[in-house]
């Protein structure tokens, strides 16, 4: 048994329970790297476990797709890797176009998309609603990738960080990193329970805070807190069988298998320090409008409940994925700007390789921490 005087040692410590943190532990596992899990408070319980559940590569920049089609085939295979499909399921998701305008633009992403084997199928106004005749008069086409889908967030979130556990990684919440530092060899931390750990590489994978680790190695990246709205309405008769967006947003909706539709638009609001957040009512009852507006059927609907999760955005609405611009041995994976569950699988390997060759397969330039270096 360690007390709080004892240091622990490991190879790699990852900073933050959530999916990204979680599932590079599970991957460094599986290279049999011992690993240290430290969680403010507990696994999952931030954006991980409270997000929309859009498992959605389309829509994604072209510098994400890559990433996202690896992630992709990992969620096909959930119930190997973390022992329960998650409530996955690839329904489709399907962007609608409210103008001629949107129509141009989804017809250019198509064809963007393409190029990274992302098949998407456009469909003008009368063959989306003979598809879909739920969709109302207002739509004017919309594009599909069918394989696309939705999954459980509070599932997905706790299966990975079970299944870190079981694959001998240790979880320690309600252990909050205070100090961290680097001597040049090893990582050494802190936390405020009093737990102390040396570790020679470490992950910072501390989502909206993400930014406050960096900085205590002297590294200043951008990132600020967001909090997008979500709600629930009561359980419906089967309508929606596929998870729906818009382009220019305003409302992303799908509807479970009990009956419920997942709504998100807008923004709620959200103290950083008391790891706090809170829906707007306004925001809320805003994306029920432009749900309306789309699926008419849904208008006397009746929500039920609705919350907030907080996550990080960068300015250029990329996350940071890879190695410090600062210190050796430190790698970010943090500041996905609202679109980290689909890609948090493929994120993880993605860590593990860098762990363990220094390279990733699958390209990152463009998620590199340098983009923001001064100096
Ligand atoms: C409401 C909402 C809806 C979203 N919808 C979608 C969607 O539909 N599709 C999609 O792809 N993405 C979506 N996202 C984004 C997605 O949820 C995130 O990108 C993803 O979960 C980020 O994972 P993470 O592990 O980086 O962050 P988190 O899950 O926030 O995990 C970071 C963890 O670090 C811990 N931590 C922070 N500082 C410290 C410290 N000093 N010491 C110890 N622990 C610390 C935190 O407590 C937290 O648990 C949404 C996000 C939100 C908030």
Redesign the pocket.
């Known amino acids: 048994m360690s007390t709080t005087t004892d240091i622990l040692d490991t190879d790699v410590a990852i900073?933050?329970?959530?999916?990204?943190?979680?599932s590079a532990a599970l991957a460094l596992r599986r290279q049999q790297r011992s690993v240290i899990v430290?969680?403010?408070?507990?696994?999952?319980?931030?954006?991980?476990?409270?997000?929309?559940?859009?498992?959605?590569r389309q829509g994604r920049s072209a510098s994400q797709l890559p990433l996202s089609q690896r992630a992709h085939t990992i969620w096909q295979q959930l119930p190997q890797i973390i022992g329960c499909d998650g409530e996955y399921r690839a329904t489709g998701h399907l962007k609608l176009a409210r103008s001629e305008s949107d129509m141009q633009e989804l017809l250019a992403y198509r064809d963007m998309a393409a190029s990274h084997g992302l098949v998407l199928e456009v469909l003008d106004a009368a063959a989306l609603r003979q598809r879909y005749p739920w969709i109302g008069e207002r739509a004017f086409g919309g594009s599909l990738c069918a394989d696309d889908g939705?999954a459980n967030?509070r599932l997905i979130?706790a299966a990975f960080a079970s299944a870190a556990e079981r694959a001998g990684a240790r979880l320690l919440q309600q252990?909050?990193?205070?100090q961290c530092h680097f001597d040049g060899n090893y990582f050494g931390l802190q936390?405020r329970a009093g737990l102390r750990v040396r570790s020679r590489f470490l992950l910072n994978?501390?989502?909206?805070?993400?930014k406050?680790?960096a900085q205590q190695f002297g590294e200043v990246i951008p990132e600020q807190p967001?909090?997008?709205?979500?709600c629930v309405t009561e359980p419906l008769p089967p309508i929606m069988n596929l998870s729906l967006g818009v382009v220019g947003g305003g409302f992303?909706a799908r509807q479970v298998e009990r009956g419920n539709v997942v709504l998100?638009g807008g923004r709620?609001t959200g103290n950083l320090a008391l790891?706090g957040?809170r829906p707007r009512v306004a925001s809320t009852f805003a994306a029920l409008g432009h749900l309306v507006d789309m699926v008419p059927v849904l208008g006397h609907a009746t929500i039920i409940r609705s919350?907030?999760?907080?996550?990080?955005e960068t300015p250029d609405h990329q996350?940071v994925i890879g190695p410090s611009a600062k210190v050796p041995g430190l790698l970010h994976?943090?500041?996905?700007?609202?679109?980290?569950?689909?890609?948090?699988p493929a994120v993880g390997e993605v860590l593990a390789e860098l762990v363990t060759s220094g390279e990733s397969t699958t390209p990152i330039d463009a998620f590199s921490a340098q983009r923001f270096a001064t100096q």
Not at 205 to 210: V, Y
Not at 307 to 312: D, N, Q, R
């Open positions: 900073i933050g329970g959530g999916l990204m943190g979680t430290l969680e403010q408070g507990w696994c999952g319980a931030q954006a991980s476990g409270v997000n929309y559940g859009g498992v959605r939705h967030p979130a252990n909050a990193v205070e936390t994978c501390s989502g909206a805070w993400g406050q680790i967001i909090y997008p709205n979500m992303y998100g709620g790891q957040t919350w907030s999760g907080v996550e990080g996350p994976a943090f500041g996905f700007c609202g679109a980290g569950f689909q890609l948090a």
